[in-house]
């Protein structure tokens, strides 16, 4: 008399472990393809967003133009002095006056303030006023470039081969270069050194 065919237990458990095995295997792979997925997607973010306010940074301090600002200091970190270049500065805090095309009819020189505000770096515009009473910044609503920002350090160089200064007020010239340095999400960013260009101008 023949036996039925079949399986015995032994062979479904031997079956059963060996699928449970190919299903986590699967189930992990496709667990580590979403989270590598996650993290390129986290680090090309982070990669663009420091190409792009690292660029902006760089043409519009870079274009800083030599012009003149005139009457009382109107922000602390203003020197009061009556006459000197808009481009003053502190360790964390920049104003100068750079071209800036604002949209299709609106263009031309405007004051740039840079600022690290509590942990946010901010940005403030107006167009060009030659004395400094005329701007109400306070009224200005601010564009912010970085969040959750850990350090934000600005350094002025005035002529190469010198030092490194913390503090550009009362010059009547713009530093040579502008070093900046941040740090956000507890990663220093590439440090920024910007070569200032541009001839001599006055636009009173």
Known sequence: MSRPRGFTLLEVMVAL??????????????????????SVAQVTNRVDEIRVISEFLRNTIGAAMPVVRVGSAAEDFLDGDAYGTYFTGDTTRLMWVSPLVAGADMGGAFIMQL????????????PY?????AVNWNELEPRVLL????????????????DWLD???????????VR?????????????????????????
């Open 115 to 126: 600022a690290l505000v509590e942990d946010r770096l901010e940005l403030k515009w107006h």
């Open 167 to 177: 503090l550009w007020a009362g010059a009547q010239r713009n530093p040579a270069a």
């Open 180 to 204: 900046i340095s941040i740090r956000s999400g507890g990663r220093y960013w590439p440090e920024l050194v910007i070569r200032l260009s541009g001839a001599e101008l006055n636009l009173r």
């Open 129 to 133: 006023q030659s004395d400094v009473l």
């Open 147 to 162: 969040q959750s920002v850990d350090d934000f350090q600005v350094g002025y160089l005035a002529a190469y081969g010198g």
């Open 17 to 38: 472990t060996l699928l449970s095995m190919i299903m986590v295997a699967t189930i992990t792979a496709l667990r580590t393809l979403a989270n590598t997925k996650t």
